[in-house]
């Protein structure tokens, strides 16, 4: 699996499934034209450009490159790259019909053409074995999650984090995920409630 220290910015739940196959990396959804309303995942990719650095991996097509342009726009300071695929024509195996344009989505990319296009785009990657990550059971264990308090304890920690407060319980473990291995994460918590 690769490991890539920059947080992954793609358009829909299906491109993030198959990049999980591929990466080790946070990976976020604008949920297509979603993300020109949605301020909390602005701010969390915002937050992400200047901490970690974004990658932008959208479709080729039309829609594809109006949310890379206007995340461009949107996201002023950081590290930004962007992450082309080619074109490629055919349909994706979910669907009826190929997309209005007939190229395949990031999701309907064969596994070799994206770590091309992760090589081509100068991303350092490194093959890794995966480790132990901090899991939601460690979240209801810190009283992050599941009970009672715990919106507002995982709001405490986010803000002394330094990230958005809007996070549900699942993004939150993601993007401690990025942040910190889970050693480092007991060892905070204990330190929180010692």
Same mark, same amino acid.
């Given at each position: 699996?690769?490991?890539?220290?920059?947080? *992954?910015?793609?358009?829909?739940?299906?491109?993030?499934?198959?990049?999980?196959?591929?990466?080790?990396?946070?990976? !976020?959804?604008?949920?297509?034209?979603?993300?020109? $309303?949605?301020?909390?995942?602005?701010?969390?990719?915002?937050?992400?450009?200047?901490?970690?650095?974004?990658?932008?991996?959208?479709?080729?097509?039309?829609?594809?490159?109006? *949310?890379?342009?206007?995340?461009?726009?949107?996201?002023?300071?950081?590290?930004?790259?962007?992450?082309?695929?080619?074109?490629?024509?055919?349909?994706?195996?979910?669907?009826?019909?190929?997309?209005?344009?007939? $190229?395949?989505?990031?999701?309907?990319?064969?596994?070799?053409?994206?770590?091309?296009?992760?090589? $081509?785009?100068?991303?350092?990657?490194?093959?890794?074995?995966?480790?132990?990550?901090?899991?939601?059971?460690? !979240?209801?264990?810190?009283?992050?999650?599941?009970?009672?308090?715990?919106?507002?304890?995982?709001?405490?920690?986010?803000?002394?984090?330094?990230?958005?407060?809007?996070?549900?319980?699942?993004?939150?473990?993601?993007?401690?995920?990025?942040?910190?291995?889970?050693?480092?994460?007991?060892?905070? *918590?204990?330190?929180?409630?010692?």
């Amino acid at each position: 699996m690769l490991t890539i220290r920059q947080a *992954i910015i793609v358009e829909g739940k299906y491109d993030k499934i198959k990049l999980d196959q591929l990466v080790r990396a946070v990976i !976020l959804q604008t949920n297509g034209f979603g993300i020109f $309303k949605d301020k909390e995942m602005l701010d969390l990719i915002r937050w992400y450009a200047k901490t970690t650095g974004i990658l932008i991996l959208t479709d080729s097509d039309r829609a594809g490159f109006r *949310i890379r342009s206007f995340l461009r726009s949107a996201v002023t300071e950081g590290d930004i790259r962007n992450i082309y695929i080619p074109d490629v024509f055919g349909k994706e195996r979910r669907k009826e019909h190929p997309s209005a344009e007939g $190229k395949l989505g990031v999701e309907g990319m064969e596994a070799a053409v994206l770590r091309e296009a992760f090589r $081509k785009a100068g991303v350092l990657t490194e093959e890794v074995p995966a480790g132990p990550r901090i899991t939601k059971t460690d !979240l209801y264990l810190a009283g992050l999650s599941g009970g009672p308090g715990s919106a507002e304890a995982r709001r405490a920690l986010q803000k002394e984090l330094g990230l958005p407060t809007m996070l549900s319980a699942n993004a939150f473990l993601e993007v401690l995920g990025s942040m910190m291995t889970r050693d480092e994460f007991l060892e905070m *918590i204990s330190g929180r409630q010692g």
